[in-house]
T-cell receptor, first 115, second 116 residues
């Protein structure tokens, strides 16, 4: 396995611009999660997919955020009209399936800085 | 409330010292799962251990050991004979069984610095 891959690793954008992050999970992992992590804090859950279905969204995921997983493989997280408060690391994770005994594997994250 | 508290923000030790990272959790579920993850500077969260609420046996893996005590809602992590490579941020996390999403609820993390 090549691990969970995220792109880009770093993004600096001006306030008001749109940004998109991509996550490629481990092959054949049908669960995919997005988390957000700010400095000095633990990751916070944003949303998750079971195959292509988005099954839960956190209240942290405002209307400016949208996530997709069109074919049940890679996923994208788009932030529209970025604000300085969106500056954080966005982590993607995947697991082989349902059940807590399936280990959740994380990517290295995508750092977003909004200036 | 479903919550994980890691009261130690940062710990600094000298190499070869033993160090314990504290984790206290809150959950209304009688069945739940506890985890530790390591986050090195690269950013990736590395899975270390999973423990379910019915298994209170302590676990040892090399220099790592974990002490789970339901009576005090704690799941502490000890590194014996610490090494510089252990420097990282360590997160304790919780999944209540009643949550079908199996999303991890993380604490705020403890930054461990091991000095040579």
């Amino acid at each position: 396995d090549t691990g969970v891959s995220q792109d880009p690793r770093h993004k600096i954008t001006k306030r008001g611009q749109n940004v998109t992050f991509r996550c490629d999970p481990i092959s054949e992992h049908n669960r995919l999660y997005w988390y957000r992590q700010t400095l000095g804090q633990g990751p916070e859950f944003l949303t998750y997919f079971q195959n292509e279905a988005q099954l839960e969204k956190s209240r942290l995921l405002s209307d400016r955020f949208s996530a997709e997983r069109p074919k049940g493989s890679f996923s994208t997280l788009e932030i529209q009209r970025t604000e300085q408060g969106d500056s954080a690391m966005y982590l993607c994770a995947s697991s082989p399936g349902q059940g807590v005994m399936n280990t959740i594997y994380f990517g290295e994250g995508s750092w977003l800085t909004v200036v | 409330a479903q919550k994980v508290t890691q009261a130690q923000t940062e710990i600094s030790v000298v190499e070869k010292e033993d160090v314990t990272l504290d984790c206290v959790y809150e959950t209304r579920d009688t069945t739940y799962y506890l985890f530790w993850y390591k986050q090195p500077p690269s950013g990736e969260l590395v899975f270390l251990i999973r423990r379910n609420s019915f298994d209170e046996q302590n676990e040892i893996s090399g220099r790592y050991s974990w002490n789970f005590q339901k009576s005090t809602s704690s799941f502490n992590f000890t590194i014996t004979a610490s090494q510089v490579v252990d420097s990282a941020v360590y997160f304790c996390a919780l999944i209540p069984k009643g949550d079908s999403s199996y999303k991890l609820i993380f604490g705020s993390g403890t930054r461990l610095l091991v000095r040579p």
